[in-house]
């Protein structure tokens, strides 16, 4: 059981604050770090899920004790954003008409 560098308590809050919660209380962890949060939400499962599947972070355990769930989380080493460059002409980001196309 790895042990966390932050403890988050979200219980008596529902969908979406232990999300959020958590979204914020990873911001302040560095690559690799441990955030362990509990929840009483019955959705909470669900959400962690999809949302450390969404952002790259690992969801490393997931214990239950009656209706308090614990969950650990490890930051992800990297962002999973897509950063995309604008370019200065928007034209560029379009494709070429078949009469501009060299042969």
Known sequence: MPVADLMLDCLGLFCPMPVLKTREAMKRLGPGQILEMT?????SEADLKSWTSRTGNELVEIGR???VFRFVIRKAWRSSKIIVQQSKNPIELTRRPKFLRKS
């Open 39 to 43: 929840s009483d939400d019955p959705a």
């Open 65 to 67: 004790n009656g209706a």
